[in-house]
Each structure stands twice: as structure tokens, then as C-alpha cells.
């Protein structure tokens, strides 16, 4: 059974930090590009943040690039993005996402999210 599970999420004043968490199980973890993505209330979801399965290069939103941080741990089946200066707009709900696509493979797995709430 595939799970993404979302953790670290909460309440921050702006200019704070919060560090989320993805464990994930059930697929060959290290095979998987995984992404972070986010959805403000009323907004589509959005791309985050991106890193490829043998690790390398990060890609970020521009909204994010300098303040958020994505890294994968592939001995825990675990990926981690550590924000930053936070903003308010930083607001969301923060959605786990793995996936892989090759010949005869299209596979997309989601976590439940994990709120983010920055506020004074």
C-alpha cells in the first residue's frame, strides 16, 4: 500500500521557520522524482519545489527560491523542505508528491497535506 504522509506543518509568525517532513512507503522510494506542492485557499495547486530521483539538482518556485530548502534522504524513503523567512503568502496547504514515468510505468501518489499557516 503506497503512503505519503505529511508532517510538520503548523502555526508561524512571518519571518519564522518550519521544517515539513514526507515519509513515504509501499513504492521504491529512490525511483521516484518528488515534489513539493501547495494550494492557497481559492488558488490552484502549485509546484514548489523538485528534486529527481537520484538526488542533484533542486528546482523552486521563484516565490520560494533563497528561503526554502528541498532535500531527499533516500535511506529513510524520506524528503524534507525547510522554509525559511516565511511570509504570509506562504500560506497553504502542503502536498507530498511522488512520481515516476518511464515505458510502461505513469505513476502519481499524493500524501493528505499538511496545513502551513503563517500569521502574527
Known amino acids: 500500500q503506497v503512503q505519503l504522509v505529511e508532517s510538520g506543518g503548523g502555526l508561524v509568525q512571518p519571518g519564522g521557520s518550519l521544517r515539513l517532513s514526507c515519509a513515504a512507503s509501499g513504492f521504491t522510494f529512490s525511483s521516484y522524482a518528488m515534489n513539493w506542492y501547495r494550494q492557497a485557499p481559492g488558488k490552484e495547486r502549485e509546484l514548489v519545489a523538485a528534486?529527481?530521483?537520484?538526488?542533484?539538482?533542486?528546482n523552486y518556485a521563484d516565490s520560494v527560491k533563497g528561503r526554502f530548502t528541498m532535500s531527499r534522504d533516500n535511506a529513510k524513503n524520506t524528503v524534507y523542505l525547510q522554509m525559511n523567512s516565511l511570509k504570509p503568502e506562504d500560506t497553504a496547504v502542503y502536498y507530498c508528491?511522488?512520481?515516476?514515468?518511464?515505458?510502461?510505468?505513469?505513476?502519481?501518489?499524493w500524501g493528505q497535506g499538511t496545513q502551513v499557516t503563517v500569521s502574527s
Open positions: 508528491n511522488a512520481k515516476r514515468r518511464t515505458i510502461g510505468i505513469n505513476n502519481n501518489y
Open positions: 528534486i529527481p530521483s537520484f538526488g542533484g539538482i533542486t
